[in-house]
């Protein structure tokens, strides 16, 4: 794939603005900007820590400043760039009618670049974030790009964001996990008989969110435009262009709607998140797209006790495809800090993709180990155990390990 010039010009930007910038021992812009280290924001990089998660709610600024900040004027203070490198091992056996097929897998890849070159506050009440990811010989995937506004002052406002966005901000068990992989509950779609392509992490749609935040307490409200199916295998984000909604969808002018509520009760990681979806999505039957009706009510609660940190969470679900079914799972998830750079943690997962098909379940155990060496670069490594039940004819085994190698300015 040759790069257009638009692309080459956007990199020669990144490139002068990133050669303005200061070395930072942080989150890169951010850090860049106010001068903090990582642990400043994070309980372990990705997750955030109160602190980190106010910031990110005020429009990647200190809540005090709403109304009162000015925008930077260094460039590197709003620009940022990441490469992630990744080995993985994969041995699958998969039970057939006349026997189990065994097989294995083993890759070392570059996993993508992803460019941030309008990401941080201007203004006294706006913000943007934009994430552009490159994989190898893929155009580019647009997972942000919003502009956020935020009213009020330093323990209650009210915010507003537009664009294209990840599902949810979560805190503690609702936030990005230290591994490489999200529960089932969030990566798992329900199934009965047919996949019903919806997960809860995972499509970066575009859409329209009012929120308010009281002290430890937020509240979010998103209207989303929801996803579109080409195939039976395979869901999209209704973002705009060539990923639109087509005047044949039976969805084409249904909106989903998502609302969180995460209250935070420690200042490093323990806090409780109520999220609700109620979806649809037009999928392929028998030649022609019928609407799923959906919805997905899960409940997320994780506490730290010295240096373990707690967490866990269970969903339901309910799909109309014609008929009616329910899926749920959950999680059960324990973190250890060994050092201030060094996390290790084990989560067991249990998903249920349909109650009323029998002998369907997926479980899996996971063991991860994540370690941030110093200056952006960070190492995780993951072991994942997936056990999936294939009905009368046995129990699919997956085992991976991945290790992937971060490095962010």
Same mark, same amino acid.
């Given at each position: 794939? %040759?790069?257009?010039?638009?692309?080459?010009t956007?990199?020669?930007t990144?490139?002068?603005?990133?050669?303005?910038?200061? #070395?930072?021992?942080?989150?890169?812009?951010?850090?860049?900007?106010?001068?903090?280290?990582?642990? +400043?924001?994070?309980?372990?990089?990705?997750?955030?820590?109160?602190? !980190?998660?106010?910031?990110?709610?005020?429009?990647?600024?200190?809540?005090d400043?709403?109304? =009162?900040?000015?925008? /930077?004027?260094?460039?590197?203070?709003?620009?940022?760039?990441?490469? *992630?490198?990744?080995?993985?091992?994969?041995?699958?056996?998969?039970?057939?009618?006349?026997?189990?097929?065994?097989?294995?897998?083993? %890759?070392?890849?570059?996993?993508?670049?992803?460019?941030? &070159?309008?990401?941080?506050? @201007?203004?006294?009440?706006?913000?943007?974030?934009?994430?552009?990811?490159?994989?190898?010989?893929?155009?580019?995937?647009?997972?942000?790009?919003?502009?956020?506004?935020?009213?009020?002052?330093?323990?209650?406002?009210?915010?507003?964001?537009?664009?294209?966005?990840?599902?949810?901000?979560?805190?503690?068990?609702?936030?990005? &996990?230290?591994?490489?992989?999200?529960?089932?509950?969030?990566?798992?779609?329900?199934n009965?008989?047919?996949?019903?392509? @919806?997960?809860p992490?995972?499509?970066?749609?575009?859409?329209?969110?009012?929120?308010?935040?009281?002290?430890?307490?937020?509240?979010?409200?998103?209207v989303? $435009?929801?996803?579109?199916?080409?195939n039976?295998?395979?869901?999209?984000?209704?973002?705009?262009?060539?990923?639109?909604?087509? /005047?044949? *969808?039976?969805?084409?002018?249904?909106?989903?709607? %998502?609302?969180?509520?995460?209250?935070?009760?420690?200042d490093?990681?323990?806090?409780? #998140?109520?999220?609700?979806?109620?979806?649809?999505?037009?999928?392929?039957?028998? !030649?022609?797209?019928? =609407?799923?009706?959906f *919805?997905?009510?899960?409940?997320?609660?994780?506490?730290?006790?010295?240096?373990?940190?707690?967490?866990?969470?269970?969903? #339901? !679900?309910?799909?109309?495809? !014609?008929?009616?079914?329910?899926?749920?799972?959950?999680?059960?998830?324990?973190?250890? $800090?060994? +050092?201030?750079p060094?996390?290790?943690?084990?989560?067991?997962?249990? @998903?249920?993709? /349909? #109650? +009323?098909?029998?002998?369907?379940?997926?479980?899996?155990?996971?063991?991860?180990?994540?370690?941030?060496?110093?200056?952006?670069?960070?190492?995780?490594?993951?072991?994942?155990?997936?056990?999936?039940? =294939?009905?009368?004819?046995?129990?699919?085994?997956?085992?991976?390990? %991945?290790?992937?190698?971060?490095?962010?300015f």
């Amino acid at each position: 794939m %040759q790069p257009n010039k638009n692309w080459m010009t956007l990199v020669l930007t990144m490139i002068v603005g990133l050669s303005m910038a200061t #070395t930072s021992y942080g989150m890169p812009n951010f850090a860049r900007r106010y001068n903090m280290s990582c642990a +400043s924001c994070h309980n372990g990089i990705p997750r955030l820590n109160e602190f !980190g998660f106010q910031f990110r709610a005020a429009g990647f600024r200190l809540p005090d400043e709403i109304g =009162k900040g000015e925008s /930077s004027t260094n460039a590197g203070d709003y620009i940022a760039a990441r490469t *992630q490198t990744r080995f993985d091992y994969k041995t699958s056996d998969v039970p057939t009618a006349s026997g189990t097929t065994s097989s294995s897998n083993t %890759q070392l890849t570059f996993h993508e670049v992803t460019f941030y &070159p309008i990401t941080g506050a @201007f203004g006294k009440n706006y913000a943007s974030l934009v994430e552009m990811s490159f994989l190898p010989d893929e155009p580019a995937e647009i997972e942000n790009a919003y502009v956020r506004a935020n009213y009020g002052d330093g323990n209650k406002f009210w915010s507003v964001r537009a664009g294209i966005f990840h599902p949810f901000e979560g805190y503690g068990a609702s936030d990005r &996990p230290l591994g490489l992989s999200r529960p089932l509950i969030q990566s798992a779609a329900a199934n009965n008989g047919q996949s019903t392509l @919806f997960k809860p992490w995972g499509f970066d749609q575009a859409g329209l969110e009012v929120g308010y935040t009281m002290d430890k307490t937020s509240f979010r409200a998103t209207v989303f $435009n929801g996803l579109i199916a080409p195939n039976s295998t395979t869901a999209e984000p209704a973002q705009g262009g060539s990923l639109s909604k087509s /005047s044949t *969808q039976p969805s084409r002018d249904n909106k989903d709607v %998502q609302l969180t509520a995460t209250h935070m009760l420690t200042d490093d990681g323990g806090g409780v #998140t109520g999220y609700a979806y109620l979806g649809n999505v037009d999928l392929p039957v028998a !030649g022609s797209l019928v =609407k799923n009706s959906f *919805q997905r009510y899960a409940l997320y609660g994780s506490y730290p006790v010295q240096k373990f940190l707690f967490l866990g969470g269970y969903q #339901t !679900g309910a799909d109309n495809l !014609g008929t009616s079914f329910n899926s749920n799972g959950y999680f059960g998830e324990v973190n250890y $800090n060994l +050092s201030e750079p060094m996390w290790v943690g084990v989560r067991y997962d249990g @998903f249920d993709p /349909s #109650t +009323s098909t029998g002998q369907n379940e997926v479980s899996a155990l996971t063991a991860v180990a994540n370690f941030y060496a110093d200056s952006g670069l960070q190492f995780i490594g993951e072991f994942q155990n997936k056990a999936t039940k =294939k009905g009368t004819l046995g129990t699919q085994t997956d085992n991976s390990v %991945q290790v992937r190698m971060i490095f962010i300015f």
